[in-house]
């Protein structure tokens, strides 16, 4: 008798999606139904599992940067995944139930995406418009700072956000502290040479008046692109901070 209560309790955990799966340091949670979902970066390859224990367990075995993965039940396919993405397509209900790790500081709003191969950062994107130095200390206020872009990749994932949240955006990028000389908030780096070609317009930065340390884009301009602007300026923001 004790057997088939065992093995009838196994069949119940199998078909019924579990909330919650706490896989050695990691706590997997199922996206709720009804909510906007961000695509996930797939790891590549998917496998059969019995279970949506063991797809996650076999999951974090196989990549150390298993932060989501989608159990299909019907079919016991798991499919492996990373960090959120802006340029990937959202994962199909056929695929599955998607599971998502708290890699990020949720309470503080920050979601896990992806940079590049083997890279993720935490991000919170603002809804409304600050200052420089108020959005600077609602950022450190969460942990964090206001978002760099200091290599392509960061100004790509950057450009794939605003695409998703459109708006004037600024960054944490002044010259402050010396006119002229544009530094990073993040460490206090001198912007490099191509990033500044990059991601200002022609002729920018300026300082065509007093006091323009600050980076901001304006959304007049079908290009995402920065001009040098007075840091009272009102913008939209967005911080990001390491992993917890």
Request: proline share 3%.
């Amino acid at each position: 008798m004790l057997c088939v209560i065992l093995s009838a309790l196994v069949i119940l955990l199998n078909a019924v999606p579990t909330s919650q799966i706490q896989v050695r340091n990691r706590a997997f949670t199922r996206s709720q139904s009804g909510t906007q979902v961000l695509a996930i970066v797939r790891q590549g390859g998917t496998w059969t599992s019995s279970s949506v224990v063991s797809c996650a367990m076999t999951c974090l075995a196989t990549f150390e940067d298993c932060y989501s993965f989608l159990y299909q039940n019907a079919t016991k396919t798991c499919t492996p995944g990373s960090a959120f993405s802006f340029s990937e397509q959202p994962p199909s209900p056929a695929e599955g139930i998607l599971y998502l790790a708290k890699a990020c500081d949720q309470s503080q709003e920050f979601v896990n995406l992806w940079i590049s191969a083997g890279t993720t950062i935490c991000v919170y994107v603002s809804e409304t418009t600050a200052r420089y130095h108020d959005a600077k200390n609602i950022c450190q206020d969460k942990g964090g700072h206001l978002y760099g872009a200091q290599t392509l990749p960061k100004y790509q994932l950057f450009l794939d956000i605003v695409a998703v949240h459109p708006g004037d955006y600024m960054l944490g990028l002044t010259d402050v502290a010396q006119e002229g000389t544009w530094t990073w908030d993040a460490d206090g780096t001198e912007m490099s040479s191509e990033m500044r070609e990059t991601i200002f317009f022609a002729n920018e930065p300026n300082g065509a008046t007093s006091h323009e340390d600050c980076a901001f884009t304006k959304k007049q301009y079908t290009k995402t692109l920065f001009f040098d602007v007075a840091c009272n300026t009102h913008a939209k923001f967005i911080c990001e901070k390491h992993h917890m």
